[in-house]
């Protein structure tokens, strides 16, 4: 159990109380506790900098996109699985899906880049054929769309596991009962499947709108570089580029605190909501 | 359940949702296969034919290892291989020792101070240091170009532990109480009950540590100097970003790598989790949910 522990304590703990840098004018020389304070400082100077609250605003626009284009496809992908009855078919369709799962961010983003790049695949196709060929990843138009894109590859059929579990939970005797009672296909899906997993659906929404400002930092720091910043700058890669690149320690962290602060309360927030609504949420 | 069995009361299918069906697994199927397999003929054709193809090679007509011989003869990338081998392996064995004591300690009713310390471990999940103050702690404990900072600040992660708890909770009592009578410590219990029927949960944390070690590499680029890099740092230089490849042995840097070579790196990068994946694959679902579900 210590060494455990003592990894908690350190490496959270010790890097949670670090935050106060967040307060001050970070000095090399002087190191974290000798630099000097400077209040709410950061906070001031982080709300009046444009640069800042455009990187809010992509964070939260991706966000929307992935909770809109990307969350409903893997509870779809379930859904269809969970149809299947032909099981070695279904044991194969979910090994490849899980795949990409597993795959890291630097690999996803090269495959991306040979497929949908000036020179990759699909512009090759189009050339050979005579056509306008299109530049999707180096577009600053395109990048949203495509990091949600990228998000849909990689995690979708991971994220199958959950609903199908939560679907292989419901009884079967319930679809017998209700098909002897004469339900189709549909009312079955409407009244035994859907009730089955909505808790998991809320479970996840709740913790999705927690990470809400969180959105894939390594991917959006992969790509920034091809699209520039007024696109792909989110929080996370804001941090970054202030305190790591620049060297505005105390400026990042502040920013940091606000995520972080604002995360947890929305998981609150959210949480409460889910108990009005008579579901389990994510704790008590 | 046998290969096909459609519960008696279950109406077949019209040849319409059928046919539907058929067509989005496949489409799931294509979009996941069809990138490695451009990515792996790439790589084996020869630089003309690929030039010729302009770019890209779905199927080589005469596959050549040239590109592998030509990033093995390099330097850079063997020694990144060494890097990204020798982290993943001592980290997730270190990761592992880590997290079964604590996730051990942490399912056992009445271990003093068990209840305090799930309190800590879940409070970091909710609510993670951020990464300035992250940053200036591997800093201040001069952990900086060391291979140590890329396992240390990862050592133990939240959801591998609930997993493991969660499994071995699920272990039966009356093990637990058999091994006590028969005079068994802590450590023996741990070591000879729990541990051998934890085979699948293991399996799977395991990976999960692997794969997070293997695949790493912003904290690479944050603590490492360039002749140090692992693999996917190497990857992220030289494939994603496109800067030239120096040679480690000269030092020379030279022309952007062809594109087999690029797509030879980015195969070495690929494979053994491609490798891993199938002998533990099976566990995914088993191990996942005995943790999940309980969470």
């Known amino acids: 159990m210590l060494p455990g522990v003592a990894y908690f304590l350190l490496f959270h703990y010790g890097a949670l109380v670090g935050n106060v840098i967040a307060f001050k004018e970070y000095v090399p020389f002087d190191g974290l506790w000798g630099s000097p304070w400077v209040g709410s400082g950061n906070f001031r100077r982080m709300f009046e900098d444009e640069a800042f609250w455009d990187a809010v605003l992509n964070t939260l626009w991706i966000a929307v996109l992935q909770l809109v284009f990307y969350f409903p496809v893997p509870l779809g992908l379930a859904l269809l699985l969970h149809t299947l009855t032909w099981s070695s078919v279904r044991r194969f369709v979910q090994s490849v899906a899980y795949l990409p799962h597993f795959i890291s961010w630097v690999i996803v983003v090269a495959l991306f880049q040979q497929v949908l790049g000036d020179t990759g695949l699909l512009n090759s196709g189009l050339s050979g054929a005579g056509l306008h060929t299109v530049d999707i990843i180096g577009d600053p138009d395109a990048f949203k769309p495509l990091v949600v894109a990228q998000v849909i590859w990689k995690d979708a059929g991971w994220g199958t596991i959950i609903f199908l579990a939560a679907l292989a939970q419901v009884d079967e005797q319930q679809y017998e009962a209700a098909a002897i009672d004469g339900a189709g296909p549909w009312r079955r899906f409407w009244h035994v499947t859907l009730p089955a997993i909505r808790p998991v659906v809320v479970l996840l929404l709740i913790m999705r709108l927690g990470d809400i400002l969180s959105v894939g930092f390594e991917q959006m720091l992969l790509q920034r570089d091809a699209v520039g910043p007024e696109a792909a700058e989110v929080i996370d890669t804001f941090v970054y580029h202030q305190g790591i690149v620049g060297g505005d320690y105390g400026f990042a962290a502040a920013a940091g605190l606000f995520k972080g602060l604002v995360g947890a309360l929305l998981v609150y927030a959210a949480n409460k909501v889910a108990h009005r609504l008579g579901e389990q949420g994510v704790y008590r | 359940m046998s290969a096909s069995a459609r519960p008696g009361w279950m109406e077949k299918p019209r040849p319409l949702t059928q046919a539907a069906k058929a067509l989005a697994l496949t489409a799931v199927v294509l979009l996941v296969c069809v990138p490695f397999l451009v990515i792996v003929s790439t790589s084996l054709a020869s630089t003309q034919e690929v030039v010729d193809n302009g770019g890209w090679v779905l199927w080589p007509t005469e596959p050549t290892l040239d590109a592998y011989r030509d990033i093995f ?121 729990v541990l051998p029927l934890s085979k699948a949960a293991l399996a799977v944390v395991g990976l999960f540590y692997a794969v997070a070690y293997w695949n790493s590499w912003f904290y690479a680029s944050l603590y490492l100097e360039s002749d140090h890099w692992p693999l996917q740092q190497v990857l992220r230089t030289y494939v994603v970003a496109g800067a030239g490849l120096t040679d480690a042995t000269t030092g020379e840097a030279t022309v952007t790598a062809p594109q087999t070579v690029q797509m030879a790196v980015l195969v070495i990068a690929t494979v053994p989790i491609l490798l891993v994946y199938p002998f533990l694959q099976k566990y995914f679902t088993k191990g996942v949910l005995t943790g999940a579900v309980k969470s």
Not at chain 2, 150 to 159: A, D, G, R
Request: glycine content about 10%; charged content about 10%; aromatic content about 10%.
């Open chain 2, 73 to 193: 003869d390099g330097g850079i990338v063997t020694h990144a291989l060494g890097v990204s081998a020798g982290v993943t392996i001592a980290g997730t064995l270190l990761s592992l020792a880590c997290t079964v004591t604590l996730a051990y300690a942490l399912s056992r009713p009445g271990v003093f101070g068990g209840k305090p310390v799930l309190l800590l471990v879940l409070f970091t999940f909710l609510f993670p240091p951020g990464m300035i103050p992250s940053f200036l702690l591997v800093k201040e404990l001069g952990l900086l170009d060391s291979y140590a900072s890329l396992v240390l600040p990862v050592l133990v992660n939240v959801f591998n532990l609930v997993v493991l708890r969660g499994f071995f909770q699920s272990i039966p009592e009356e093990l637990y109480e058999a091994a006590r009578l028969d005079g068994a410590g802590d450590w023996r219990v741990l070591v000879s009950v």
